[in-house]
Structures are given as C-alpha cells and as structure tokens.
C-alpha cells in the first residue's frame, strides 16, 4: 500500500485514505499534481484532506484525487469549515476520510466519506459521519427527480411511518423538502453540543460545598441564591 504517513493509497481498489490527527495549517497548493484522464469536465484537483488542516505535503496523488467543483466548493468546504472551527475552539479531531474508488490506483472517485471523531474542549466526544457523491449537483438534482418520476417511488409501505400514511405523496415529498431546508449546514455538525442542563454534576458539587461550609440548602436559598443563578455563573 503506498503510504505518505496520515495518506495511502490501497493497490486493489485505488481508494485513497487519510487516517490521523486534525490541525491548522498553513494551506499549500503549491506544486500540485498533474491533471489525468480520470478528470471529467467540471472537475478539480481535491484534496481528501485539507493541506490547511495538516495534509500532506508536498502535494501528491496520496491525498489529490478528481473531485467535482460543486463538491469541493461546496459540502466538502462546508464540512473543512466545521472542522476549522472546531479546533479553533480547543476540540481535538482524529479524521478518517476516504475517496472511494473501488476500481484500480489513479481512476476518479464515485464518493467521498468521511468519519470525524471529535473530543471538545469541555471532554465530551462524538463522532460524525458525512457521504459526498463525486457529482455536480445539477446531475444529483437530475438523478433525484428520475427516482421520484418513478412509480410508487414515496407509496412504497413503510410500517410504523404514521405521519407518511396520514398524507398524499405529494404533501409528503414537500414536507421532506421544507424540513431539509430548514436542517443546519454542515459546519454547524461540528459545533459543541449544550451539556450546561446535565443534572446531577453542578448540584452535586454545590451539595458538597455546602455540607462543607456547614449550611443548609434552606439557608442558601434564604440568602438570595438559586439554582438558576448558579447555572448563569457556571
């Protein structure tokens, strides 16, 4: 398997993979590799993983690969976004990212995924899992509305779907539609989830401290403090 530490590339399949620590860098395209015939039109030099977010360098075909325009402008940047913002707020990210190739060594991805295991800064950790298809988004679109053109393509049963079964395909389809649009970006993936309401860690602390100083929880409250107030302080 050709390896550039964090980058390889598998013989067999032609998948190219990134498997390491996040960090950021200072962003190089300098001395990119060669456009191939595995480029369609439309397509750009990629990177699977960011050179500003510790890829590889020089640049080389362990981490370059044809990647859509659209892609790499567009989600995938997103998704760099949200890394970039992470880390800049004391998360630790250990990335595996893949172009899915599943031909031969040089051929053009179909896919790109990816798997972002990510510590933030208060401890907690979870992981985040992206796909990008390697098309424009005028061919997904293209693609979408063929699969919806088909028969039965939202009748199909689905048990236990209560709110599909209550409504017309149509209404269904608009209501997916509405609901997607109003989903966050991407980037917004990455940012830290709210765990200030977890109970039983501030007030536990608070009951030690108290049985400590020697006071009731009768008398704190008689004295003007709260829960909520302790909450704002934390």
């Known amino acids: 398997m050709s390896s550039n530490h964090y ?4 013989p067999v399949t032609g998948n190219v993979s990134w498997n390491g620590p996040l960090s950021i860098e200072k962003g190089d395209h300098s001395h990119m590799p060669s456009r191939t015939d595995a480029y369609l ?5 990629g990177h699977v993983n960011a050179s500003s977010l510790k ?3 020089p640049n080389t075909p362990e981490n370059v690969v044809p990647q859509n325009s659209d ?4 989600a995938y940047y997103s998704m760099e976004q949200g890394e970039r913002s992470a880390l800049q707020n004391g998360a630790a990210i ?3 990212k893949t172009a899915v190739v599943n031909s031969e060594p040089g051929a053009r991805p179909d896919l790109f995924t990816v798997t972002d295991n990510v510590t933030y800064s208060d401890g907690h950790a979870e992981s985040i899992h992206h796909s990008f298809t390697n098309a424009s988004y005028a061919d997904q679109q293209a693609w979408n509305d063929m699969s919806a053109a088909l028969p039965d393509t939202f009748d199909a049963p689905n048990p236990g779907n209560v709110l599909a079964d209550s409504m017309s395909s149509s209404e269904y389809a608009e209501l997916m539609e509405n609901t997607d649009a109003e989903l966050p970006g991407i980037a917004e993936d990455y940012a830290a989830a709210d765990f200030s309401g977890v109970p039983g860690t501030d007030s536990a602390a608070s009951d030690a ?4 100083s020697g006071e009731s929880a009768d008398s704190s409250v008689d004295s003007g403090s709260s829960a909520e107030c302790d ?3 934390d």
């Open 7 to 10: 980058s390889s590339i598998d």
């Open 41 to 45: 039109p439309g397509d750009e030099r």
């Open 55 to 57: 890829g590889p360098g």
């Open 71 to 74: 892609v790499n402008h567009g």
């Open 94 to 96: 250990d990335s595996s």
């Open 209 to 212: 401290d108290t049985a400590a």
């Open 231 to 233: 909450s704002d302080d």
